[in-house]
């Protein structure tokens, strides 16, 4: 094997000599050190330009045509202005509808645009001595106010530990008129309990009066341990005890109250069940029963009395400490509002005004054009072919109002469905000819398609785009690429689209502070930063295929990232398989071996 090898060698030795020398190369760029990456950066500026943004599409020159104008409103027609058969140039008024509702938008929209300039120029004023001593009243409403809601807060304390001594006056005698009528005998001769006594007589005809004999034992016991706790803690109060204190001992007494009248409730099921059980068997029932049940109904009376009154403490003691808080925070913003009174006008208030100046003025300028939507002009030069409507009729958006036929050349442009909804007469639009190089002339859309055509599951429509010149290379038939202008902005801030990032609905750029810039070496794109770019959230206004518009957030001069790129640099290497040092990068050392 070695010997073919070797035979082989010595007979193609020029072949094998380049070989050698290709695999050394191979060698030198697989196995030289390595490389470090830095990043550059493409910048861009804020600054202010025209914006155009369009719709393009593709169609076929068309020879003499007629074309339907139609209406871009709805109402009634007003007058017509023109005759079947009349000659009459681009712009002369077709028809007039009624544009009332539309005027009154232009009207409002003045009025809306005229309140906000006010607005903007009341801010901007000092603050004069009325406004400064409103402000100053407020101030000291609020102060006011939190110190009488202190006066009833502490008046709520005083009540509720009155409605405490006075529940106190009451609950002993209901503990000890509930005992006696539960655990003492009264109802029979013998030593018999009055509560065994109602449960066994009731009992040997429903057993259900054992049930009303637990509870009555058990709420009684209930009430007679949170009685005692609660007398033994309203003993150790008194009227100079803490505010927290008094609080917690007339929540306590509130709930012992209801446990003492649910125990009386009890007591009176009990023996009111014995009651209907042997009245409804004709049977004879103690007559002390019906003194029980009376005095149980008005101890009842009396406990609810008694948590009518601590109910209420606890109520207004609540209501004492909200009317607190809310004069605190009255006080907070009325201390912060003559603050901001006395510092006179804050930017952001100006900057916010402004937009809305802007927003007011959008608003007018589509009113303006809603309102030129009831006026129909010829869209070009041309004869009227036929009037569709008359004076007085009814017309919807997209009503024929006359054929004109067109003096001039047309083109016929197809759209998607998603294009189309932007287009409407009297747009102007940039046509290019495939067959005619650097010939580029102006058109205005005559018609729009109502119906679409669906093809393989795609629906287009055809627009027809009057010629507003002609020129004699221009022939039927040929390809034309139409620009059609759907909106358009002069002198407004923009900057490259591919520097607007997006997170949600919120927009924002990476915001580059001048002072971080590094230049960058001769022959390098970009530029090196010594810190970290800024996100600095924008809100945007049109933009098209090259730029958006910034309406906040950036200023003029401003620099943003549009790019971003990211190189190989080359660390210098140690002498080569083929003799001397590589400093090169790794492109210039390709381009050498080209």
Known sequence: MFQKILNFVKERKK????????????????????????????????????????????????????????????????????????????????????????????????????SAKLSLEKIKQPADKLTLLQAENNLTKAQISKSSAEDDLRKAYEDGFNAVSNAFLDLPELMTNTHDILFKNTTSSTSQWNIDFYTDAAGKYEEKAFKYRIDASQTYENAKTSYEKSFTD???????????????????????????????????????????????????????????????????????????????????????????????????????????????????????????????????????????????????????????????QNVSSGTVVATMIAQQSIANISLNEVDVAKIKSAQKATLTFDAVEDLTITGTVGEVDTLGTVSQGVVTYNVKIVFDMQDTRIKPGMSVSAAIIIDTKADVLAIPSGAVKSQGDTYYVEFVDSTTVQAPATGVQGVTLSAPSQQQTVEIGISNDTSTEIVSGLKEGDQVVSRTITGSTTAPAASSLLGGNRNSSTGSAMRALR
């Open 15 to 114: 072949l094998t000599a380049v070989i050698l020398i290709a695999l050394i190369i191979a060698g030198y760029f697989i196995f030289r050190p390595g490389t470090s990456t830095e990043t550059r950066y493409v910048l861009a500026s804020v600054a202010k330009e025209t914006l155009v943004v369009s719709v393009s599409g593709t169609g076929q020159v068309s020879s003499l045509n007629q074309v339907d104008v139609k209406a871009k409103a709805s109402g009634d027609i007003l007058s017509m202005l023109v005759a079947e058969g009349q000659t009459i140039k681009s712009g002369t008024v077709l028809a007039r509808i009624n544009a009332i509702d539309a005027m009154k938008s232009v009207r409002d929209a003045q009025a809306n645009l005229e």
């Open 234 to 392: 309203y003993k150790a109060a008194n009227r100079s005890s803490s505010i927290d204190t008094i609080e917690s001992l007339i929540n306590e007494t509130y709930e012992t109250t209801k446990q003492v009248a649910e125990s009386i409730k009890s007591a009176n099921n009990l023996i009111q069940f014995y009651k209907d059980q042997l009245s409804q068997r004709l049977l004879q029932t103690v007559a002390i029963a019906d003194t029980h049940i009376a005095a149980l109904n008005a101890d009842i009376g009396t406990a609810n009395s008694r948590l009518t009154s601590l109910l209420a403490a606890k109520q207004a003691i609540q209501t004492g400490k909200e009317s607190i808080a809310s004069a605190e925070r009255s006080i907070l913003e009325s201390t912060a509002s003559l603050e901001r009174t006395k510092a006179g006008t804050d930017e952001l208030d100006i900057k916010s005004q402004e937009l809305s100046i802007r927003q007011r003025q959008n608003a007018l300028q589509d009113a303006y054009e809603n309102l030129a939507d009831y006026t129909v002009k010829a869209p070009f030069d041309g004869i009227v072919a036929n009037i569709a409507v008359i004076k007085g």
